[in-house]
């Protein structure tokens, strides 16, 4: 499934099941005594089965209810929705996407940004919000690193520096712009309300995050332009200035396109001399052989050679 909850080759119910399983066991009690129950109830998978097959994945369920509702559903409440207010619910999940923007992964993607000489233009795909376009803004604390960004209003984000990692250092950044297929705007309350039903309940740290970078997004625009990550790459990166050593970059976003179009975009990323880097799920970006590890977690590449395991939300970083 490489974290997006939804395999074509199985049930929806087995979809659900595995989610409990394999997604929110551990991380969300209630997403997974709720993922459970929707894999066994005939009304909320008849509701399901409604909707194009790409618009069934729990969490878009999830933080569709919780977005109309304006709280975490339980079971009842959920099968309620579905089937006394199925026309809302539908027409919210087939609006909106599931367009996490954990600013935590920026913690993630700084060194391997740090790495490169400056100055940087950074462009992200799939940016959603552009939380992760403000990696300069942020502090950062690795523990044994700490390291100040240029916005004294903006989050420090923590992320646990393992293996030989190297030096850590603010990036250079002169530049910033992002693509996305529907982009959702820091400033707008619907879309704000949306990013926050996108983190699962209880996790109340990850939601104080998120709301800190929307309000450091308000305070610093980033534009990031409606298109796809094939057809409106070129043009974006004509527009970096010269003088920048252009980086292209993406967290969670591979998952959801077909095999086809990622070996199109890791094509393209190389025809446009750009620099890459990638933080997926294992299998994601072709071609990439990674060594064991003890969990599951994102690799980080840069232009398809593997550096690092990464935490999906920015927690730790594992150095290869």
């Not at 975490?72 to 579905?82: H, I, K, S, T, V």
């Not at 969670?252 to 880097?277: C, K, M, N, Q």
């Amino acid at each position: 499934m490489a974290m997006t909850g939804l395999d074509d080759q199985v049930t929806t119910a087995e979809n659900y099941r595995r989610f409990a399983e394999n997604e929110a066991a551990g991380r969300s009690p209630a997403y997974e005594t709720l993922a459970r129950a929707v894999a066994s109830d005939p009304d909320v998978l008849g509701f399901l089965s409604t909707l194009p097959a790409d618009k069934r994945q729990p969490n878009l369920l999830f933080a569709a209810a919780r977005h109309l509702l304006r709280t975490a559903p339980d079971a009842d409440r959920l099968r309620e929705l579905a089937t006394t207010q199925a026309e809302g619910l539908r027409a919210t999940m087939l609006a909106r996407r599931t367009q996490t923007n954990e600013p935590g992964r920026c913690a993630t993607l700084l060194p391997a940004l740090a790495a490169l000489d400056g100055p940087l233009a950074l462009i992200e795909v799939g940016a959603s919000a552009g939380l992760c376009l403000q990696v300069d803004r942020y502090s950062y604390d690795y523990g044994h690193t700490r390291l100040t960004g240029r916005d004294p209003h903006a989050p420090t984000l923590r992320c646990r520096a393992e293996g030989p990692y190297p030096e850590l250092r603010m990036p250079e950044v002169t530049w910033a712009a992002g693509i996305d297929l529907n982009p959702l705007d820091p400033s707008d309350p619907e879309d704000r309300s949306w990013l926050e039903c996108l983190v699962w309940p209880g996790q109340t740290a990850r939601r104080e995050r998120l709301v800190s970078a929307l309000a450091t997004a308000q305070r610093h625009p980033v534009p990031v332009h409606e298109g796809d990550l094939l057809e409106a790459l070129p043009d974006l990166v004509a527009q970096a200035p010269r003088e920048a050593r252009v980086v292209v970059f993406h967290s969670a976003v591979l998952a959801y396109v077909t095999p086809r179009v990622r070996a199109d975009f890791a094509e393209l990323t190389r025809e446009l001399g750009v620099v890459w880097i990638a933080n997926e799920a294992p299998g994601v970006v072709a071609g990439v052989e990674t060594p064991r590890f003890e969990t599951s977690p994102f690799v980080l590449t840069v232009d398809g050679a593997p550096t690092a395991f990464t935490h999906p939300h920015g927690d730790w970083i594992h150095w290869m």
